[in-house]
């Protein structure tokens, strides 16, 4: 296994960690702990960054796989979507909405990378993908940090911005989704 493959194994070894301190800052309830939140924050940043160089080094040095390929994303969902995103509808940041449109895009999507698979063809993320990937990861890290570090009395005011950030999350999400469909239409043709 090279290394850019270690490293995305590394970030699905990180999400049970991040989603165990995430669970235990409380966020949102009276028993909040600040320190848990900056710990899953700073978790959560870090398996980020592995996404980032995980892709480059895989570019950089010509080590892109199949494996990679399809564990790539996968890891990015695992990470965002039930890890994250989930937690961020609990806490009653992100809207339930959000996360219909993030869980239908990413359904649409693996339907058409099994669709594809059947035939021989492994589907990497596009460039919209990675777009929202970067925007999610940039709204819940922004959210966690934010919230560890912010004063008592500017939770309010700061819980504000993820609530506007998850919304450009679903904008992105669904046009990735729509383009990304589009771009790979012939998978459907194939399934015929």
Known sequence: ???????????????????????????????????????AGILFAVASFTDFLDGYLARKNHLVTDFGKFMDPLA?????????????????????????????????????????AESGTVIAANMWGKVKTVLQMVTIIFYYFAMALAPADGVGVISFTPQVLCWAVAAVTALSGCIYLWQNRSCFMQAK
């Open 1 to 39: 296994m090279n290394l850019p493959n270690k490293l995305t194994m590394m970030r699905v070894i990180m999400v049970p960690f991040f989603m165990v301190f995430a669970a235990m800052s409380h966020m949102g309830t009276p028993q909040f702990n600040a320190t848990y939140a900056l710990i």
């Open 76 to 116: 990015d969902k695992m990470l965002t979507t039930p890890a994250a995103i989930i937690y961020m509808v609990v806490d009653g940041v992100c809207s339930p909405v959000v996360l219909a449109i993030i869980m239908f895009r990413e359904f649409a999507v693996a339907g058409v990378r099994m669709i594809a």
